[in-house]
């Protein structure tokens, strides 16, 4: 039964109020990145169905995307792009930062990068890298999270995180 046309408006306000508590951080909840680079919306899906498909070559299983990890790339991926350079303690360490996401650092992994135009050239570049590699192929790892954030004018200009959770 549609609400009466009095009671829309205060539904409406209490929807817009929900959903904007619902982005507040919590304890537990990785903190805004208040960065003039532009977090850029990419294809996670097909991100983790292309790092899938990369680990069944290896005899792997497959990822999914996880919401929490998506946070945690996005943090660190505009973390890096607002300083202008790669590293894996901005924003704080690497352990506090998975802390924060609910993982242990025993079954979590970070892949970062800058430079990449495309997610395939990224993805060529991780899977080139040693470290990199191993990172997406360990085996207990199920669950990614990836984001890239746009700063035009730093060096690298485009920024990458992915993040890999057990």
Known sequence: MPLPLLARPRTAALAALLLALAGCGSPGVLPEADAPASLVILDEQ??????????????????????????????????????????????????????????????????????????????ARWKASPEHNRNMLIPQLRRIGIARADAPTTRYRRYWALVLGG
């Open 46 to 123: 097909a991100a983790a169905a292309a790092i899938s498909r990369y680990r069944a070559q290896h005899g792997l299983g497959p990822v999914s995307v996880d919401a929490g990890l998506t946070r945690a790339a996005s943090y660190q991926a505009t973390a890096n792009a607002r300083a202008g350079r790669l590293s894996h303690d901005l924003g704080g360490t690497f352990t506090s930062r998975m802390s924060q996401a609910g993982l242990g650092r025993a079954h979590a992994a970070e892949n970062l990068s800058a430079g990449s135009e495309t997610f395939e050239q990224v993805f």
